[in-house]
């Protein structure tokens, strides 16, 4: 090396001298090197990757040409040296090789700069991170020869002035470069500038700049959130996923198989099936069910453990980055305590050159630099693979929902799954967060053991010793811990469950003053998880008073032995400070590691559940098979169907074919397997293509949304739709026509709406085969035969389509092709309505008994052609109207209905007048699409986001339902503790003193045990302060829990019915999982680490600022610039924080809408369009959470910044002032320093945590303060037998169903006598239903009164007025529970009344049949009764009650003939003495009332008897004619 440079290559004492310097030659080979060396081993592989990943080339930036120019300049002056060097050489003898060789050299790197550079114009990210770390370098490593030719100039201005020029030139260039790097350049606003950052951007996270400043402005709004890249949005996620998802279940489920077969083996003898099981199952014509019938039988068993692998798989590549950053991190943590040992030594020997004391205290600021770098970089990681993670599973969930079969979703309930998808994928998103702390923190430990060795020898044992004790112990508290967690999950989920029922059943509740039933429920599952999260509290407190002694415990045992040992060993400040420092670092990964395991655990649970629900089986399609040319639409061949393979089958053995457009008829009785005929159709049981509407499932949308249900729109078909499904004067009369918002479940439409709104979805689809089950019980009788013949009936909108219909409305029968009679389960007969009588089988029977026995079939079809003909003179054909009016086609409707009831024959006129009024009609639709968005259309309020900062008001709100004296005793506690904490910190800086006084052999035993005692006691006294002020917290925070629940539940409850109709069900359900879980679980820990912390950083500063004043000068400015990067970044954080949990609850609510609508959605095979909108609402909760992960990293990396000054600052300090202090200040001093980075930071989090938490609080305050409905009881209370007689009396009684909507009662007046039986009819939308709601108050009066028996029913409290009426309502809405509690939840009535009630209502003989009886366990919904069967019970529900005033509300609109007349004799006989209310759709079942109430838009029309109304040709008489009936005794149909 010598000859090469010709001068000095290494010589030491260049070092031992004041003025320190290298050798040149040195710097100029092995210094210039490093960075050359660097450049050239990546490039290669630098290169590669851009182009294996490269994209479109970009345009050039100014950015580009300054970086390629500067590199330019670059290139010139190593050639300007190269011939500066041959006009020397040419002058005399020998130049150095390296004169030649490092020009060269730099001209090739420079080139090889100049290509890297050009080709990232291919990259989206233009500048390259090892360009960046090689200018650092570059420029790092030249600085030395820098200052070295600066000294050669100063001393002898003429050597080598020409090269010493060309280097300054050239490190000019260099740092340019670099300062242009640093820049990124951006794509356009909107996209995320995270992928376009630079390095030094990305390590810094200033690219996130923008958005705290904006968000410091003003509150952020998801406008102004970037997406996140393509490649972490779900679909792309997910199909990563699921690609290895499919390959590691499939090996799971044969692992799977392989047991159930041994176990099979073991127990083959106990599965003896009796033979008519075993026969009825072979019906089922595949093996493959067979299979699958094993598979599920056994419901504990589930393919196991593939979801670890399959994620591992997934996401290893952004393991291995973090595990790197992570490894970096952890080896330079430990070069602070040695760095503090050199400070030490320095200051303590006054011998050592300053320049060392500068040395040791940059190095210091540049390990704590890089430190700090990496950690942020590998949280990111850490963060967005969590996210990554928790999207995977939630996406999962939803895919898998879709496809469930039948049998696997039944273990289910829609919260259970909702469940699965929040609190499950969220607890692994915490997981992989905590991931790498599993090898970290044993890594940590074990280095700090080998350091400690080195310091204090054996004796670390002792201190060791303690740390291993300590752990079995936390370990048993973690997994009890666990224990406690998994039973809390699972009251969780139960109480979840039921506020779902309340929620999806408030009306019923409201109805029969039911509340307080449920509250108690509820509230038992409350104080039952209380109770649980106590004990887990009690145990927290526990592990952290070990935790919190741990260190003290370990330092003092450590030290007593050390000193012990031997009466050599003195403990100076080099080893106290260096083994404290130590000791600070072991803490860390011993706090870490039990609740590592604990979150492991609880995330092992929650695997468990997923991987039992997405390796669950899928809903199996094999028995229907699709054959494209075959003469029938549907056969059936032997088929049988059951829904349970443990119950027996509900379809059994049916033969049946039904040839291309042909219209067939299902009758039967209630719970003859009508709808399971369906469901099996549609593969629901175990498919044809073809649509079905099964239950009226709304979406919450507009009515047009649910209509097109994702097709394409079609003006004219779409029109031709509503007009036929008879909407067209709904939409008149619903705010803002198709564009009217529906709530959920479609709330606020009224039942024959929802049954309308789902035929016309069904109709607008164009499909082969339709299925209808019974869409007609929920309509009027003339709407219901408008239907027929315009939709399915043989001249409808399907015609020529294959029509399969369930129907109880026997007066469409003879217009069928055909007619399946169902019972039990198999076809009793089948045949056309005229061969069917003819046969005089079980259908003639039914017929004879409902219709006039002067021969039916006549009557019926006389009927039906004059009717046809009446329309044919109406109405003009397509053809005849003009263009404009086609479009129109027929809206108005309701003229057309009088104009027919009128029933004259002049044509010509009629089609004039219809021609006009379509003209004028076409001008109004017009003027209101002009008008947009008219009051009252949007129904569902936009979820209310607070903004800015959390009121002061809420945390006292919070602060108030701890409890005053707690929180100033819990916080004196803590003081206590902090200056316990100083006092020991002082003591042992004292103790370490004594090593300068006393030697070891003078060193007095009495002095030693006192220094050991009193830091023994102090020590003592932290662990037991701060265990007593956990244990104290526990109690008040979970006091606190209880009462805002309380007041939560107690509101929601009482709120009133618009309230529900505007707020969707998940938002609410989300106030009591996610927000009331934040409050038990987060909130409490947040305040108590946030108290820890804050007073761990003022004990820290004063004590800094007692052993060094000086430094206080440097704590303000770095104080107010921390004050100033907290105030900036917490308004941002805390918005991002609320745009999550906004746009978290779209995810939950489409999810319980998809799980409730999934029949319908399968039916019209729609899954894909839902999972895209899954996805998108799920990538719109993914950029909310990406950009708050960011802040987090933004803030911590600016913030430890300032913390790493501090380090900084202390150490050049105490190099300054070496002179004035002693070894134990500097290490009592900088010990404490290089703790505060990490508390600084916890500071910052816990405050940005307690914000973003109490957010919480601030929810649920918010629905706490809910409007309440009128009080349940009040001071005048009604008298005990009130209301005696049963005499309503309305009063010009108008009402409204919000303050922005019309009208909807118009000045109701009249007198309903006691006992008098009441019909009202009116066509849909007339204001029936709002009638009962007023007589119950859901609706609240805006003018006029209701007077029942001489009381003002506005005057008493709710539950005493709805206590005494008794509704059978429209929805037969049960509650998962037993039969008895769905009866009578209060337990007011005797098994025998029970049983009486059930006869009466003709369910007696279903529910003694049944195994438990009365115990009977009733799905959630009511899902495993049918609807027949759960109207029934509601009618045992009113027999219980038995009130002076029943209201029937369509109550028999879903029952057949059979059961409508059985439930009609029993309210005959039933409440003869009570004034009966009924809602009717059919005219027959009110024919028989004393009075009828004909109802047209919001006011009375007629009222009078039956026979008064059908002697005047008024409104009733036109719809009795159209139901056929001629006279009051003629109740025919």
Request: hydrophobic share 45%; net charge neutral.
């Amino acid at each position: 090396m010598e000859k090469f440079c010709n001068s000095t290559f290494w010589n030491s004492s260049f070092l031992d001298r004041p003025e320190v310097d290298l050798p040149l030659c040195f710097e100029q080979t092995v210094l210039a090197w490093i960075p050359l060396c660097f450049l050239w081993l990546l490039a290669p592989w630098q290169l590669l990757h851009v182009y294996k990943s490269r994209t479109k080339k970009s345009s050039v930036t100014k950015f580009y040409l300054a970086k390629q120019v500067l590199v330019g300049f670059l290139l010139i002056l190593p050639a300007i040296e190269l011939a500066l060097v041959f006009t020397e050489n040419s002058g005399q003898a020998s130049v150095p090789p390296i004169k030649y060789t490092n020009p060269i050299l730099y001209l090739c790197t420079w080139l090889l700069v100049l290509l890297i550079q050009h080709s990232r114009q291919w990259c989206i990210q233009k500048n390259s991170w090892f360009l960046s770390i090689f200018w650092i370098l570059s420029i790092f490593c030249g600085t030395f020869q820098f200052q070295t030719l600066i000294r050669a100039l100063l001393q002898d201005s003429k050597s080598n002035m020409a090269y010493s020029c060309l280097y300054f030139i050239s490190y000019g260039f260099q740092i340019l470069i670099l300062i242009l790097s640093a820049f990124s350049e951006t794509r356009d606003s909107s996209h995320n500038p995270s992928s376009t950052a630079s390095f030094l951007s990305s390590i810094t996270f200033s690219w996130f700049d923008r958005m705290v400043v904006k968000g410091y402005k003003q509150p952020l709004t998801l406008e102004d959130i970037w997406d996140v890249d393509e490649e972490i949005k779900t679909k792309s996620v997910v199909s990563r996923f699921e690609a290895f998802m499919a390959r590691d279940l499939q090996k799971a489920r044969q692992a799977f198989q392989r047991r159930r077969q041994k176990n099979s083996q073991r127990s083959s003898t106990l599965h003896g099936l009796n033979k008519n099981q075993s026969q009825s199952q072979d019906v089922l014509v595949l093996e493959e069910t067979k299979k699958k019938k094993k598979k599920s039988g056994n419901t504990k068993d589930y393919p196991k453990s593939w979801l670890v692998k399959s994620l591992f798989r997934t996401f290893y590549m952004v393991l291995l980055k973090s595990f790197l950053l992570k490894l970096v991190h952890d080896i330079f943590l430990f070069l602070n305590p040695q760095l503090l040992k050199f400070l030490i030594a320095f200051v303590s020997d006054q011998d050592t050159y300053v320049w060392a004391g500068y040395l040791f205290a940059i190095l210091l600021f540049a390990v704590t630099l890089i430190q700090s770098i990496c950690l942020q970089s590998y949280f990111q990681i850490c963060f967005m693979l969590g996210m990554s993670v928790r999207t995977t599973i939630m996406a999962c969930v939803y895919k898998k929902a879709l496809t469930l079969s039948n049998l696997a979703r039944k273990q289910y309930t829609v919260g259970e799954t909702v469940n699965l998808m929040s609190v499950d994928a969220q607890k692994l998103m915490d997981v992989t967060n905590y991931l790498h702390l599993v090898w970290s923190t044993c890594f940590q430990i074990i280095v700090s053991i080998y350091f400690l060795w080195r310091e204090l020898g054996p004796s670390v044992f002792a201190g060791i010793g303690v740390m291993v004790l300590l752990v079995p112990v936390n370990g048993i508290l973690a997994t009890k811990n666990r224990h406690t967690q998994v039973k809390n999950m699972k009251y969780k989920d139960k109480r979840l469950k039921i506020m779902n029922e309340i929620l999806s059943g408030i009306k019923i509740l409201k109805y029969f003053a039911w509340e307080h039933s449920f509250e108690d429920q509820v509230y038992n599952l409350r104080k039952k998880e209380l109770k649980n999260l106590r004990s887990f509290g009690q145990r927290q407190a526990l592990m952290i008073l070990l935790l919190q002694l741990a260190p003290v415990l370990v330092s003092v045992v450590t030290f007593s032995v050390y000193v012990l040992v031997d009466s050599n060993n003195i403990l100076d400040a080099e080893k106290a400070f260096t083994s404290i420092t130590l000791f600070n670092i072991l803490r860390f990964p011993l706090t870490m590691l039990p609740m590592v395991v604990s979150f492991i655990l609880q995330a092992s649970v929650s695997t468990e559940r997923l991987e039992k629900y997405l390796g669950g089986d899928d809903l199996d399609t094999s028995a229907i098979r699709h054959v494209c040319n075959f003469d029938k639409a549907v056969q059936f061949s032997e088929a049988s169907f059951t829904w349970d393979r443990d119950l027996e089958t509900t379809i059994q053995d049916v033969n049946l074919d039904i040839l291309p457009g042909q219209l067939v008829a299902v009758v039967g009785t209630v719970g003859s397997g009508k709808s399971s005929l369906m469901s099996a159709m549609l593969g629901e049981m175990e498919h044809v293509h073809g649509h079905i509407t099964i239950k009226a499932w709304i979406q919450n949308g507009t009515i047009k949304d649910n209509i097109l249900f994702g097709s394409e729109f079609n003006e004219k078909r779409y029109q031709q739709v509503l007009e036929a499904c008879a909407l067209l004067p709904d939409l008149e009369i619903l705010p803002g026509g198709d564009l009217a918002e529906i709530g959920e479940k479609g709330i606020n439409l009224s039942g024959g709406q929802k049954q309308r709104v789902s035929l016309a979805r069904a109709t607008y689809q164009n499909s082969d085969i339709y299925i209808l089950d019974d869409p007609l019980s929920a309509v009027d009788a003339h709407v219901g035969k408008h239907i027929f013949n315009k939709v399915f009936g043989p001249s409808g909108m399907l015609n020529g389509k294959t029509r399969i219909l369930v129907t109880h409305s026997i007066h469409f029968l003879p217009q069928v092709d055909e007619i399946v009679v169902l019972g039990n389960g198999t076809i009793l007969e089948k045949g056309s309505y005229h061969d069917l009588l003819a046969k005089k089988g079980v259908f003639a029977k039914n017929m004879k008994t409902f219709l006039n026995h002067s021969g039916p079939e006549g009557e019926a079809t006389v009927n039906d052609d004059s009717e046809e003909e009446d329309d044919c003179g109406l109405v003009p054909t397509m053809e005849e109207l003009p263009e404009d009016a086609a479009s129109l086609n027929m809206r108005r409707e309701n003229s057309l209905r009088r104009t027919m009831s009128r029933s004259s024959r002049s044509s010509g006129k009629h089609l004039k007048s219809l021609k006009n009024s379509l003209k004028i009609q076409d001008v109004k639709a017009l003027k209101e699409k002009e008008d947009l968005v008219v009051k009252g259309q949007k129904l569902i309020k936009k979820e209310f986001v607070e903004t800015g900062k959390v009121k002061l008001s809420i945390y006292l709100k919070y602060l108030q339902a701890v409890g005053w004296c707690s929180i100033f005793f819990i916080i004196f506690i803590f003081i206590m503790n902090s200056i316990a904490f100083i006092g020991s910190n002082f003591w042992l800086s004292s103790w370490t003193s004594d090593s300068e006084i006393f030697n070891s052999t003078n060193y007095p035993a009495s002095q030693r045990d006192m220094r050991i005692g009193v830091f023994g006691a102090l020590g003592l006294a932290q662990g037991i302060s701060v265990f007593i002020a956990s244990f104290w917290s526990v109690y008040s925070f979970i006091h606190a829990s209880k009462i805002l629940h309380r007041q939560l539940l107690n509101n929601i409850l009482r709120a009133p019915m618009s309230f529900f109709d505007t707020t969707p069900t998940g938002r609410i359900v989300n106030r009591f999982s996610g927000d009331i879980s934040t409050m038990d679980d987060i909130l409490p820990q947040t305040l108590r680490n946030w108290i820890v912390c804050f007073l761990a950083i003022v004990s820290t500063l004063v004590m800094i600022c007692i052993a060094t004043p000086v430094f206080t000068i440097i704590i303000i400015p770095l104080g107010i610039i921390y004050v100033s990067v907290q105030v900036f970044y917490v308004a941002t954080s805390r918005q991002l924080r609320r745009l999550d949990s906004i746009t978290r609850s779209p995810i939950y609510s489409h999810f319980s809408e998809t799980v409730t609508g999934l029949t319908v959605i399968r039916a019209f095979e729609h899954q894909q369009r839902f999972l895209t909108h899954s996805e998108t609402v799920m990538d719109t909760n993914q950029k909310c959470i990406f950009a708050w992960i960011s802040s987090n990293r933004w803030l911590a990396i600016r913030l430890e910044s300032i913390g790493n000054l501090i380090i900084f600052c202390s150490a050049l300090l105490l190099v300054i002032y070496r002179n004035t202090l002693r070894g134990d200040t500097v290490g009592f001093v900088l010990s404490n320093a290089l703790n505060i980075t990490q508390t600084l930071n916890w500071l910052v989090r816990m405050t940005s945590e307690a914000e973003t938490n109490i957010v919480a609080i601030e929810r649920i305050n918010e629905y706490i303060n809910v409007e309440n409905e009128a009080p349940w009881v009040m001071d005048k209370r009604p008298p005990a037998d009130w209301p005696s007689k049963g005499e309503i009396q309305f009063s010009d009684y108008q009402v409204r169903y919000r303050p922005e909507l019309d009208l909807v009662l118009k000045g109701i007046t009249c007198h309903i006598k006691s006992s008098e039986k009441v019909g009202v009819v009116g066509r849909t939308g007339a204001g029936k239903s709002s009638l009962t709601n007023c007589l119950f108050r859901i609706l609240e009066a805006t003018g006029g009164q209701i007077i029942i028996d001489g009381i003002d029913i506005a005057s008493i409290g709710l539950h005493d007025l709805r206590g005494k009426l008794t509704i059978i309502p429209q929805d037969p809405i049960l509650f998962s529970g037993s039969l008895r509690m769905n009866l009578d939840p209060f337990n007011n009535y005797s098994d025998e009344e029970l049983w009486n009630a059930l006869e009466l209502a003709h369910l007696k003989s279903f529910v003694a049949g049944l195994q438990h009886g009365l115990s009977y366990e009733v799905a959630e919904g009511g899902d495993n009764l049918s609807i027949g069967q759960r109207q029934l019970l509601c009618l045992g529900r009113a027999v219980l009650r038995k009130s002076k005033i029943l209201i029937l509300d369509e109550a028999t609109a879903a029952v057949d003939l059979e059961t409508d007349h059985l439930i009609q004799t029993t309210i005959r006989n039933e409440f003869s003495q009570s004034t009966v209310i009924t809602i009717a759709h059919r005219l027959h079942t009110i024919m028989d009332s004393d009075k009828i109430m004909v109802l047209d838009n919001g006011r009375i029309v007629e009222y009078g008897s039956p026979e008064e109304l059908l002697a005047k040709s008024g409104l009733f008489y036109s719809m009795a004619k159209e139901a056929g009936i001629e006279n009051v005794n003629n109740t025919a149909l």
